[in-house]
């Protein structure tokens, strides 16, 4: 009989596919895991602290260090939030810019998820190509906001600044590009039958797991449960637009790349009509005040990003700055299961495992 001895392993903080400084302290027995304990706060920056220090304006570069993949769901939610509390009407050109700035976001979001968990698991090609679409929408948030990645674009009221000339016709003609490399994606990867025996069965939970973790996002619906707040609590304008939500039965890393991909499809589905519906003319912002004060009270919004359901608790004793601001994380909540999925599992897998939860470090951290 083989004698094997426990062994205590430390994956990350400085590991490049643990996604950032996360640490797993893990112990194997040979290559088994018998225990798995995250390790977070090393990105920990106080966000919900300082913002109770600074105008609701001010606060809105904070959530693009959050979710630093998809900045735009990010602005979106805190305006939301402050804009629900103050009663502020958002005019329609501004809601339509936010739309397609948040479902561009979306899909660059899937694609930094779908190169990188490529290359956790192996694959170099699929990295280069989803890159190089990731800059072309880069290309497109940049001439919107001025920003590629901290985009601070959103306001109280509507957006910073409207669509330049011909922006509207350029992400027009990108839709059915983006399809047809989306196909080429499932021609690459999807029928790869290494790829199909790497991640099939692998990291699996149930219906009643995801729902007892709080899972949201890709990770509730890999489980068959088709929620999707842009649908079930449409918030903005998504109620104008006809798009599914995808969902998969197995609850494995399979069932949540099939779920992503799908998501991107979806996606290019509301920007398209977006932009065929996009007002030829109209205010992009509402009336706000100078100065921004919420009435005393609280308010409680939620929203749909590419990691699941963000949301933003503000309470405000009506000065210029929140009482208090709490943000619901997705990345945080999605990462509690992992311990639960690595127990008893192969050493070899817990890196396929992580990267199909799709977390980001500055909003598990916060």
């Excluded at 930094?112 to 192996?122: A, F, N």
């Excluded at 399979?254 to 007002?279: M, N």
Aim: with cysteine; glycine share 8%; net charge negative.
């Amino acid at each position: 009989m083989i004698r094997t001895e426990e062994m205590l392993l430390n994956v990350g903080p400085q590991h490049p596919s643990t996604h950032g400084v996360f640490r797993l302290v893990v112990k194997i027995d040979g290559e088994i895991i018998t225990e798995a304990t995250p390790v977070i706060g090393y990105l920990h920056r106080g966000t919900e602290k300082l913002a109770e220090s600074l105008q609701y304006t001010q606060i809105i570069p904070y959530t693009d260090r959050l979710d630093y993949i998809a900045g735009m769901t990010n602005n979106y939610v805190l305006c939301h939030a402050v804009e629900t509390m103050m009663g502020v009407e958002v005019p329609d050109r501004a809601e339509y810019l936010r739309v397609l700035a948040m479902e561009l976001g979306r899909i660059s979001s899937h694609l930094v998820w779908w190169g990188t968990y490529l290359l956790d698991i192996g694959a170099i090609s699929p990295f280069l190509y989803a890159f190089r679409e990731r800059e072309m929408i880069l290309n497109f948030l940049n001439e919107l906001s001025g920003a590629r990645l901290t985009f601070n674009y959103m306001r109280v009221g509507g957006v910073k600044w409207d669509a330049p000339d011909g922006w509207i016709e350029k992400v027009r003609d990108f839709v059915p590009y983006m399809r047809e490399q989306l196909a080429g994606y499932h021609e690459l990867v999807t029928g790869n039958e290494i790829f199909m025996n790497r991640i099939k069965g692998v990291g699996v939970y149930s219906k009643k797991d995801a729902l007892n973790y709080s899972l949201s996002g890709a990770n509730l619906r890999s489980t068959g449960v088709k929620w999707d707040l842009r649908k079930n609590e449409p918030y903005c304008i998504y109620d104008r637009f006809t798009f599914d939500v995808p969902t998969r039965q197995e609850g494995d890393a399979w069932a949540r790349y099939h779920c992503r991909l799908e998501e991107i499809e979806e996606s290019l589905k509301i920007v398209e009509q977006a932009v065929e519906q996009f007002p030829s003319e109209g205010s992009i912002m509402g009336k706000v005040p100078r100065i921004i004060k919420a009435p005393a009270g609280e308010a409680l919004v939620r929203i749909e990003s590419p990691r699941g359901e963000i949301g933003c608790y503000i309470s405000s004793d009506g000065k210029k700055e929140p009482y208090r601001l709490k943000f619901r994380r997705p990345s945080f909540y999605n990462l509690q299961i992992l311990p639960k999925l690595l127990k008893g599992e192969n050493i070899a897998n817990l890196i396929a495992i992580l990267g199909a939860i799709d977390i980001v470090l500055g909003e598990v951290d916060g």
